[in-house]
């Protein structure tokens, strides 16, 4: 095929698409007019299909409440959510899925919905560094949804992402634990902070692949708050890091940070027991 001919073939393509656009936009705007509700819902139910989802919404927004205890009810709020949701919007979308199931607990698509509530927030959820506020809203909507349908084809789907959830939340106190020793002994014990986070985490999430790194991060604090006590600390704490190291073997006896973990035994139990 020569040049002109491709170019003319892309050229037709993109006035097509673009009639298409036109001819959907007036259709549109037609709909937005009309008094006629069947109509209405028809064209949103299309739209949806088409992959218009923001025409979708915005008709079904008026829809959905005048519908309320008609047989499109339950169809009409739960594409109004689905809408939202293959937009991208999950707030907006979690918001009327919730409204869904709340309204039709044993409803055609309350499994879907409890699902997608919880889906579109782990969707949502924010880099760790932020606010990890709807990181545990979708924990909780999607271990709902695994304790009303054990049994569902989506269920290894939603126990993943509450763990990888879950990972998300103990990393975040992995990292406040790492500031807290980084401070060290300013303005007051910060290493004594620094396990208390670390454990926190540890006893919230026992199953976390962070769950090693909090554990030397345990030890290293604890050597660290021995290293640099007054005299009259030292032995005790010393001792307190031989027995937070003989649990980090015992968890860990192949880690990767064994060496470290090593030479902090050897210098608390030669301060500890002169050897």
């Known amino acids: 095929m020569?040049?002109?001919?491709?170019?003319?073939?892309?050229?037709?393509?993109?006035?097509?698409?673009?009639a298409c656009v036109l001819v959907s936009c007036g259709e549109y705007n037609k709909v937005m007019k009309s008094s006629d509700l069947e109509y209405k819902y028809d064209y949103a139910k299309r739209a949806f299909e088409n992959k218009r989802y923001?025409?979708?919404?915005?008709?079904?927004?008026?829809?959905?409440?005048?519908?309320?205890?008609?047989?499109?009810?339950?169809?009409?709020?739960?594409?109004?959510?689905?809408?939202?949701?293959?937009?991208?919007d999950y707030i907006s979308?979690?918001?009327?899925?919730?409204?869904?199931?709340?309204?039709y607990p044993r409803g055609q698509y309350a499994e879907l919905a409890r699902f997608y509530a919880g889906y579109g927030f782990y969707l949502d959820s924010p880099d760790v560094q932020l606010d990890q506020s709807e990181t545990i809203r979708a924990m909780e909507e999607l271990q709902a949804f695994l304790d009303y349908f054990p049994k569902s084809d989506k269920a290894s789907i939603a126990q993943s992402a509450v763990f990888e959830l879950q990972d998300k939340l103990v990393l975040k106190e992995l990292q406040n634990a790492t500031l807290y020793y980084n401070l060290g002994n300013y303005m007051g014990n910060n290493y004594e902070s620094a396990v208390i986070t670390a454990k926190n985490a540890i006893k919230s999430y026992p199953y976390s692949k962070y769950k090693e790194d909090l554990e030397m991060l345990v030890l290293r604090s604890r050597f660290k708050e021995a290293s640099e006590s007054v005299a009259e600390k030292k032995m005790d704490r010393y001792r307190t890091v031989i027995d937070e190291y003989y649990s980090f073997i015992n968890d860990y006896p192949e880690s990767k940070m064994r060496k470290e973990a090593d030479n902090i035994f050897k210098i608390a139990n030669k301060y500890v027991n002169g050897n």
């Open 2 to 18: 020569r040049k002109n001919e491709i170019l003319m073939i892309k050229k037709w393509t993109i006035i097509l698409a673009m």
């Open 54 to 88: 923001a025409q979708a919404y915005t008709i079904l927004n008026e829809l959905v409440p005048i519908f309320r205890g008609t047989p499109k009810a339950e169809e009409s709020l739960y594409l109004l959510a689905l809408s939202y949701y293959e937009n991208k």
């Open 93 to 103: 979308s979690g918001s009327y899925f919730k409204q869904y199931y709340q309204r």
